[in-house]
């Protein structure tokens, strides 16, 4: 990763700052990959580089907190199919001929499009975790990256291939400062208890966190309970594995007691309105988490569901739609949101220095382009960020102080190349399926 930390001094910009309101026309320094200076002047401090904010907005950064991002390149291959269907016609098919070369390249494309829309981190669960670890390193965005336990045989449990495999690439990017390494169980259905609880004991020794899909479908989350007795969140709680820092994706069908298990344990939410609509999967109950206090997240989960990785997108659905499924406009609030997308996952991701623009931590940034229709009348802007936006009005990514995007150019990433790499693997591959 060859992008140069910043000496940048952002002049005349409005900002979110750490309570989530928004200051106008300040001053925001960034040296040694952290914000040193935020103030309504000009510091004395010298800055290697001025930008100049007028008619910007200087926000946290996007944390996606769930996703493959890999699929990229299975982006419109399965449509208008039950995530049962989508899975086992179509996906596993496609993924059964990925080589390591492909994930790579997926995953490649996946760091462009989620830095061009203002994610600066994000977490991830997918085979060939050395080719997704290689891609995060050279692209320069943050990572949480785990790699998935499937167990289904006894012979299983006892090699247990995914944990071996970690092994060997925390090793091989033990330097990377962009990765944190994590443990997925794909599922409870796809996984032995004796497996699951192996992966605890794991995750405790390693002193990692763990990445898990939780009751996603009605299916998945009734077949857990008529084979343990218990839903998948108490199953997993009883297997050792909330014992370690843990993001749930989806908790589509959690029931209330679930939800006392999720806040015991601090187990983080990771929702993803855009793949559990366009799936069919339900809606999960985002009011009844945010009332306990729980942590919630926000993902895109992979682009084969969602078909995008623009967090904007997801974070616009979480604002209305469990107002609609509530029957309640106060549900949830814009400021929930906004957390969601930022501070919530940066916590999650065990990331304690970022999330917030804040004197002392990372510079994990985006400048957003507010002089533009949507964003006018400018009575509220923090609401604009989530009800007004596209995504598309986002012009600056830097991570941990690196500027990664700006105006279109990347300055870690080989935009013409990546997409062509893309491209040659999703035609070798749908050539052997015909």
Wanted: proline share 3%.
């Amino acid at each position: 990763m060859s992008v140069e930390k910043a000496s940048v001094i952002f002049k005349n910009i409005d900002i979110l700052n750490d309570r989530f309101e928004v200051e106008r026309n300040m001053f925001v320094g960034v040296k040694g990959g952290v914000i040193d200076y935020i103030g309504a002047t000009c510091p004395e401090a010298k800055y290697d580089s001025e930008i100049y904010g007028s008619g910007k907005l200087l926000s946290p950064g996007f944390f996606n907190l769930h996703s493959h991002a890999a699929m990229t390149i299975l982006r419109g291959y399965a449509e208008n199919l039950p995530l049962h269907s989508w899975l086992h016609d179509k996906i596993f098919p496609f993924e059964a001929r990925l080589i390591e070369q492909d994930v790579y390249n997926g995953v490649m494309l996946a760091a462009a499009e989620m830095l061009r829309f203002g994610t600066v981190s994000f977490s991830d669960m997918y085979m060939f975790g050395s080719a997704t670890a290689r891609a995060v390193y050279e692209s320069g965005i943050k990572c949480n990256l785990s790699v998935p336990v499937f167990c289904f045989s006894e012979s299983d449990e006892k090699n247990m291939p995914a944990h071996k495999e970690l092994n060997e690439f925390m090793s091989e990017f033990k330097d990377a400062e962009n990765i944190t390494f994590e443990i997925a169980v794909h599922g409870e259905y796809t996984s032995t208890e004796r497996a699951v609880r192996a992966t605890a004991e794991y995750a405790k020794e390693k002193g990692l966190g763990a990445h898990i899909h939780l009751s996603e479908t009605k299916k998945e989350h009734e077949e857990c309970k008529a084979r343990h007795g218990k839903t998948p969140a108490k199953y997993f709680a009883d297997a050792g594995l909330f014992d370690v820092r843990t993001t749930a994706a989806h908790c589509v069908y959690v029931e209330n007691y679930d939800l006392d298990i999720l806040k015991e344990y601090a187990v983080s939410p990771a929702l993803n309105p855009a793949s559990n609509m366009k799936l069919a999967s339900g809606f999960a109950p985002v009011p009844k988490m945010i009332e306990k206090g729980i942590n919630i997240c926000l993902g895109t989960d992979g682009a084969a569901s969602s078909n995008n990785l623009n967090m904007q997108k997801d974070l616009y659905l979480l604002s209305i739609i469990y107002k609609a499924a509530f029957e309640d406009a106060a549900a949830i609030k814009y400021t929930d949101c906004l957390k969601a997308a930022t501070i919530n996952g940066a916590v999650a991701q065990d990331r304690l220095d970022t999330g917030v623009i804040k004197q002392g931590f990372r510079a994990d940034l985006r400048m957003i382009d507010t002089d533009c229709p949507n964003m006018f009348p400018t009575t509220d802007i923090a609401s604009n960020l989530v009800y007004a936006l596209s995504g598309g009005e986002n012009v600056l990514t830097m991570v941990d102080g690196r500027i990664l995007y700006h105006n279109y150019e990347y300055y870690s990433i080989d935009i013409e190349k990546v997409k062509y790499e893309a491209e040659g693997s999703v035609r070798r591959i749908i050539s052997e399926l015909k």
